[in-house]
């Protein structure tokens, strides 16, 4: 299975031994993307990375990641959705991720206008919902297994 990657520029050295060609993610001057062959290359990443699914909720058709191994969060994690709980419910006309799941949530900064990649990893950084406690918890690669290559 390959698996499509995104993580900050600044974060690429710490991908040392894993085989990857990482490019320029077109839609963001700080992001390279590139595709693992490898899926169990996954698990060596989350040594040293934080690793953030990207799915689809849908009921609401809508775009989030779900963050796995931040030291601040249980092994389930938490979620980064481009919507507030009342946006969801109201407008989207469906139950929120957090009452379906019962995991934490937070809601990307920035406007819809925005590369949701770009939303996820500000959010990552700068929100203060999103604590960092080891060093590992500062770095985050974004992955998806249903991308096309």
Do not use: C
């Not at 040392?16 to 490019?23: D, F, N, S, Y």
């Not at 700068?126 to 590992?136: A, G, Q, R, S």
């Amino acid at each position: 299975m390959t698996i499509h990657l995104w993580l900050e520029k600044s974060d690429e050295d710490r991908l040392q031994g894993v085989e990857i060609t990482l490019t320029n993610y077109p839609n963001s001057d700080g992001i390279l993307e590139g595709w693992l062959d490898n899926a169990g290359l996954l698990a060596k990443i989350g040594k040293d990375f934080v690793l953030g699914e990207k799915k689809i909720f849908l009921p609401a058709n809508m775009e989030f990641v779900r963050v796995k191994g931040n030291s601040n969060y249980d092994k389930r994690g938490f979620i980064l959705t481009p919507y507030s709980e009342t946006e969801v419910v109201h407008h989207l006309r469906t139950r929120t991720i957090t009452k379906r799941t019962g995991i934490p949530r937070v809601e990307l900064t920035g406007s819809d206008q925005e590369d949701f990649l770009s939303r996820v990893f500000r959010t990552y950084a700068e929100d203060p919902l999103v604590n960092k406690f080891k060093e590992k918890d500062y770095y985050l690669v974004v992955y998806s297994r249903n991308d096309r290559k």
